[in-house]
């Protein structure tokens, strides 16, 4: 709370400052509805954008505390600045189809999961990756074809290009936001903001379809905190290859937009076998993989639809920016379910299911009111290692089953560049055991874009 006391202040001495401008002096009124915190910079940022470069910064904090609960009572914040740009290149160099895009992330705070619960999953999704100062992307991305082939490779993350949908972060919980919790935990799927060396190729078709493929580094050492600029590849295990298919249908009169995706990865890396012994010498497997589906369909819009489609013909990514931009008003439903290999993966089973509303109430369409709940079902063959472990030494590891995550929310977007998201969560059996207390979790999430 006292990270957005500060953040407060910054955001009044902003104003006080951008009213005292003389000629680019403006009313609260006119802050208050202008796009960014900063303002249009007396016109260089439109000048900017009209050549192709997209200056971009934004803020982000979260803070949870467990009132019942957990291993202990506490509060926790964790925060992020993130800035960068994106460089069209047709526009600057008459590249058409061509993008460069580079991203420097700051990350602070502690995470109530680890420090006072003790749970599988974080309440706050803004918490890891080192907690330091690194670079996040440098990528180039190219469009052929007409739109039908697109290309990006560089210093980038799995989770942007797969297994991902822009509803997932309307909500707090990491189980939630970014991408299927169980990816990530259970192989080297790299996620935001700690990149790596990777690519893809995207194929899209006029029929709503898509199939995508792509490479990535899986190097754990990355997410050291000392290693925010570390662009080596010493520290690397191997390479994780996912790919996915999708259909972006638009169902109806009203045209509803829909998207349904089903994907697999395979990391080469080699991971701990748990289903050993837990009395024996470790034992390792060559692989890792896992499978996914994920589907979200509105089922009814509240207004009129956007001016640009929010389902174009074309890859999820370029979906996903319009999405962002202009976020359809209505009832969305939205599930996914994760299987990976038992002897390998942490989370045998992940599965989601929510509900988002946007366009709460009449002068209130950039609001969200958002539902959702998760479950994390350990691996068998670990929990059948527990239970042998507790015949050869009775009470001596705790077996895990399950976790599950449930959080309610709303979203007031109070000026197009910030918005407050106070949110409860209920964790049932944290760390998928019964010896930590069920929890109860009040959260708060503060979103600024420069």
């Known amino acids: 709370m006292r990270r957005l006391a500060c953040l407060l202040v910054a955001v009044a001495a902003t104003f006080a400052a951008n009213v005292g401008a003389g000629a680019e002096a403006q009313t609260l009124d006119a802050w208050l509805h202008q796009q960014y915190l900063t303002g249009n910079w007396g016109g260089v940022r439109t000048d900017l954008q009209t050549e192709g470069i997209?200056?971009?910064?934004?803020?982000?904090?979260?803070?949870?505390?467990?009132?019942?609960?957990?291993?202990?009572?506490?509060?926790?914040?964790?925060?992020?600045?993130?800035f960068g740009a994106d460089l069209d290149l047709g526009r600057l160099i008459n590249l058409q189809g061509g993008e460069a895009h580079v991203t420097f992330t700051s990350r602070a705070g502690q995470s109530l999961a680890t420090t006072d619960i003790g749970n599988l999953i974080s309440?706050?999704?803004?918490?890891?990756?080192?907690?330091?100062?690194?670079?996040?992307?440098?990528?180039?991305?190219?469009?052929?074809?007409?739109?039908?082939?697109?290309?990006?490779?560089?210093?980038?993350?799995?989770?942007d290009d797969f297994a991902h949908s822009p509803i997932y972060c309307y909500f707090q919980n990491n189980g939630f936001c970014g991408q299927p919790a169980g990816i990530p935990i259970d192989s080297g799927f790299t996620t935001f903001p700690v990149g790596s060396w990777g690519g893809f190729l995207n194929l899209s078709t006029q029929r709503r379809l898509y199939l995508e493929a792509g490479a990535y580094e899986v190097n754990p050492s990355l997410n050291n905190s000392g290693n925010g600029f570390k662009l080596g590849t010493?520290?690397?295990?191997?390479?994780?290859?996912?790919?996915?298919?999708?259909?972006?249908?638009?169902?109806?009169?009203?045209?509803?937009?829909?998207?349904?995706?089903?994907?697999?990865?395979?990391?080469?890396?080699?991971?701990?076998?748990?289903?050993?012994?837990?009395?024996?010498?470790?034992?390792?497997?060559?692989?890792?993989?896992?499978?996914?589906?994920?589907?979200?369909?509105?089922?009814?819009?509240?207004?009129?639809?956007?001016?640009?489609p929010v389902n174009p013909v074309g890859p999820p990514y370029r979906m996903e920016r319009l999405e962002a931009a202009q976020p359809e008003r209505g009832l969305t439903v939205f599930g996914l379910f994760v299987y990976a290999h038992p002897y390998t993966a942490l989370l045998e089973f992940y599965w989601e299911a929510g509900l988002l509303y946007r366009g709460t109430f009449p002068g209130r369409d950039q609001d969200s009111i958002g539902l959702a709940v998760n479950q994390?079902?350990?691996?068998?063959?670990?929990?059948?290692?527990?239970?042998?472990?507790?015949?050869?030494?009775?009470?001596?590891?705790?077996?895990?089953?399950?976790?599950?995550?449930?959080?309610?929310?709303?979203?007031?977007?109070?000026?197009?560049?910030?918005?407050?998201?106070?949110?409860?969560?209920?964790?049932?059996?944290?760390?998928?055991?019964?010896?930590?207390?069920?929890?109860?979790?009040?959260?708060?999430?503060?979103?600024?874009?420069?």
Do not use: C
């Open 54 to 82: 997209t200056l971009r910064g934004g803020y982000v904090s979260e803070t949870a505390g467990n009132p019942l609960g957990g291993r202990r009572q506490g509060v926790q914040d964790a925060q992020q600045i993130a």
């Open 123 to 159: 309440e706050q999704e803004i918490f890891g990756g080192g907690q330091n100062f690194r670079l996040t992307e440098l990528s180039y991305f190219q469009s052929l074809f007409e739109d039908h082939l697109d290309t990006k490779f560089g210093w980038i993350h799995a989770a």
């Open 234 to 308: 010493s520290g690397a295990t191997g390479v994780i290859t996912p790919v996915e298919a999708g259909w972006q249908p638009v169902f109806g009169p009203d045209q509803l937009p829909g998207h349904y995706k089903a994907g697999a990865y395979y990391d080469n890396s080699a991971a701990p076998d748990l289903g050993a012994s837990l009395s024996g010498p470790p034992a390792l497997i060559s692989g890792r993989w896992g499978v996914y589906i994920l589907v979200d369909q509105l089922i009814f819009r509240n207004g009129p639809a956007p001016v640009t």
């Open 376 to 450: 994390s079902r350990v691996s068998n063959a670990l929990i059948a290692a527990q239970n042998m472990q507790n015949l050869i030494m009775p009470g001596s590891v705790s077996v895990q089953s399950a976790e599950s995550d449930i959080e309610l929310n709303y979203r007031a977007q109070l000026t197009p560049w910030f918005s407050l998201m106070p949110n409860i969560q209920y964790l049932v059996r944290p760390d998928a055991v019964t010896t930590i207390p069920n929890a109860f979790v009040l959260g708060l999430q503060a979103l600024v874009t420069f």
